[in-house]
């Protein structure tokens, strides 16, 4: 048995996992009911996926990482499903490309902010940002727009993972090299985004981190041929294609 009473061995053992991950994180405050929905969609496109990181989305996962060795200050957004299902993980993605935590949610509340920000730092997050709210995204609705002035407003790349899509257009409408992580690849986000990584955040936060530390060496020129290499149509056109026509190769 582990975290949860499920035993390691069932064969839905990660799925029920990530579900009670995501039970806790509405019982503790941070995530919210929308992102039990959420997590419902994620988990069907998930299963079509085959449950596993596929080559065209470690491709995805590489360049992700080597836009993020080039950034001058890299941004990693968190909501309140990233926060419950990955907390170690985006913490160590933020040492490993020495980017900043910031908390942006779609239902944004003061205690949801808080009560993310404390489990951040209980993760070994050192500073988090989003909680001073003093820029704006422009062009929308006021809860969505706040973001601090030297987190993502500043940001030359920021990383959203399972982001509303109004906010990743307007996000890349500021300029900003966007990377998303969605399961769905049809859905807004990853169409405008520069790096779709169509994944489970589960595995592509991690991913990206080794990615980065394999990379550690790697000159400018190096990782700028990764990012011009990446065909961000053909990892989406390959993501839908899996999906729906369990075309595997
Ligand atoms: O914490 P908040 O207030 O910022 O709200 C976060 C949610 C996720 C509830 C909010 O942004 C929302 O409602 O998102 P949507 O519109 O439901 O979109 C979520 C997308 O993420 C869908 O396309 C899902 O397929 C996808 N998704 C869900 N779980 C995962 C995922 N993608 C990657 N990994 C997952 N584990």
Redesign the pocket.
């Given at each position: 048995m582990s975290e949860v009473e499920v035993p390691e061995d069932h064969p839905r053992y990660e799925s029920l996992l990530?579900r009670h991950r995501i039970e806790e994180g509405v019982a503790k405050g941070i995530?919210?009911q929308?992102?039990l929905?959420?997590?419902g969609?994620?988990?069907a496109?998930?299963y079509l996926l085959g449950e596993e990181t596929t080559p065209s989305a470690d491709a995805a996962e590489r360049a992700a990482s080597a836009h993020l060795l080039l950034a001058e200050h890299p941004v990693l957004s968190v909501?309140?499903?990233v926060a419950a299902?990955c907390p170690d993980e985006l913490v160590e993605l933020a040492e490993a490309v020495d980017a900043d935590l910031e908390v942006?949610?779609?239902?944004?509340t003061a205690e949801?902010m808080e009560a993310i920000a404390d489990h951040l730092r209980e993760h070994g997050a050192e500073d988090v940002k989003g909680l001073n709210a003093d820029a704006r995204i422009p062009g929308l609705s006021h809860e969505r727009a706040k973001v601090d002035a030297d987190g993502i407003h500043d940001a030359d790349v920021v990383v959203v993972?399972?982001?509303?899509?109004d906010r990743a257009e307007a996000l890349a409408a500021m300029g900003k090299t966007e990377i998303v992580?969605?399961?769905?690849p049809m859905?807004r986000?990853p169409q405008t985004a520069t790096v779709p990584i169509v994944?489970?955040?589960?595995r592509?936060i991690p991913n990206i981190t080794r990615h980065a530390r394999d990379l550690a060496d790697a000159t400018d020129a190096e990782l700028r041929e990764i990012v011009e290499s990446f065909d961000r149509e053909a990892a989406l056109e390959d993501a839908e294609r899996r999906i729906r026509r369990g075309d595997w190769d």
């Open positions: 990530t995530t919210s929308q992102g929905i959420a997590q969609r994620g988990e496109f998930d909501n309140g499903n299902l942006n949610l779609f239902n944004r949801r993972p399972l982001e509303d899509g992580i969605d399961l769905n859905s986000s994944d489970n955040v589960l592509a």
